[in-house]
């Protein structure tokens, strides 16, 4: 059984940064386009970024040029490193595949205000 578990979140000023880590297992990680995700209060949850199996990176606009993916797939492991953070991107973030794929997991608070 696939389980994703996100971690790193917290509350932080407007201008600065967070890593997310997200765990992933009963999976075949290696092959597999990861992606990160979140769902604003009140909103739909909306694809943030993703990560293919070789590297390859792509990016909401929103996100573009302040958030980088990454991944270590001898961990089984996806990163979100979010810069210059802005309170509208306060949300829940999960990782999962780009289309949602497996169950969610929990998710990780991310909450940027003064």
């Known amino acids: 059984q696939v389980q994703l578990v996100e971690s790193g979140g917290g509350l932080v000023q407007p201008g600065g940064s967070l890593r997310l880590s997200c765990a992933a297992s009963g999976m075949i990680f290696r092959g597999t386009t990861m992606a990160w995700h979140r769902q604003p209060p009140g909103k739909q949850r909306e694809w943030v970024a993703s990560i293919t199996s070789g590297g390859n990176t792509n990016y909401a606009d929103s996100v573009k040029g302040r958030f980088t993916i990454s991944r270590d797939n001898a961990k089984n492991m996806v990163f979100l490193e979010m810069n210059s953070l802005k309170p509208e991107d306060t949300a829940v973030y999960y990782c999962?595949?780009?289309?949602?794929?497996?169950?969610w997991g929990p998710g990780t608070q991310v909450t940027v205000s003064s």
């Open positions: 999962n595949t780009r289309n949602g794929a497996f169950r």
